[in-house]
């Protein structure tokens, strides 16, 4: 059993940062993608940002390059989401997510992000 455990949210004015912090337990070896995702009221949820294994394969949405960065800290099983820049329309729930590598892979490829061990999110709100 995978257990993901996020924080770091809070609130910013725009222009500002923050780095959400999600701690990995139970089962999650190298070959697991760990990634983050975020849900807006009224919205879809998103995939944001996605490591996979050997920290070569990242994805970021087009909306966040250039201003977030996703790492991770082995040793510490620790993912890590550095926001920078820090838009109103970043305002969101942001969950950390897990899964193996050809599953994410694979529906990546569709156009989705199916992971299935999820945290139970932190806050993130941007006001102007």
């Known amino acids: 059993q995978v257990q993901l455990v996020e924080s770091g949210g809070g609130s910013v004015q725009a222009g500002g940062s923050l780095r959400l912090s999600c701690v990995a337990s139970?089962?999650?070896?190298?070959?697991?993608?760990l990634g983050w995702l975020r849900q807006a009221p009224g919205k879809e949820r998103e995939g944001v940002a996605i490591?996979?294994?050997?920290?070569?394969?990242?994805y970021y949405a087009d909306s966040v390059k250039g201003r977030f960065t996703i790492s991770q800290d082995n040793a510490k099983n620790t993912l890590y989401l550095q926001m920078n820049s820090l838009k109103p329309e970043d305002t969101a729930m942001y969950y950390c997510?897990?899964?193996?590598?050809?599953?994410?892979?694979?529906?990546?490829?569709?156009?989705?992000?199916?992971?299935?061990?999820w945290g139970q999110g932190t806050q993130v709100n941007v006001s102007s």
């Open positions: 997510a897990a899964d193996s590598w050809d599953l994410v892979v694979g529906s990546m490829s569709r156009g989705q992000f199916d992971f299935r061990y």
């Open positions: 139970g089962y999650v070896n190298d070959k697991y993608c």
């Open positions: 490591v996979c294994p050997g920290s070569t394969a990242v």
